[in-house]
């Protein structure tokens, strides 16, 4: 009768587990949807076109930007970095190559960091962006920066 109840107390405790994580997957993938989402739609799109107000709203206002940039080491605060976006000519108008690509996407609770490639100009940019979930929404709340060879 022990070995019965014990075989029976396991099995539900292994149901349990295994429906746990399944919600929690499918969280995890509902996120990282969102976060691709927010990529192709804000962030891609937003320095594509040049529009700091599409590109600014998946940053968090506190946002910093660190880096290297042709050898040289790149830091700016998130006004900074629109500004420059505003004053330069966007790679639509220039009429010369872009393309912003998701290498992968982590997420961890609140929390997550995508891996992403942007080329544009002459550069080839790989970039680490930070992701917090506030208020429903993922947010960029850093992001570092290098330029690769292709």
Known sequence: ????????????????????????????????????QALESYYFKGIYEGDVNILGSIFNPGTLLFGDVKGQPYAKTLGQY???????????????????????????????????HVKMYAFNYDEFLSFHKIDKHWLIVNKMITDVTE
């Open 1 to 36: 009768m022990k070995t019965l109840l014990l075989t029976a107390f396991l099995s539900c405790a292994l149901l349990v587990t295994k429906a746990q994580n399944s919600k929690k997957m499918e969280t995890n993938q509902q996120d990282s949807l969102a976060i691709t």
């Open 82 to 116: 629109l500004d420059g976006v505003k004053n330069r000519q966007s790679p639509k108008d220039s009429g010369k190559p872009f393309k912003g690509t998701i290498i992968s996407i982590d997420v961890v609770n609140s929390i997550a960091i995508a891996k992403v």
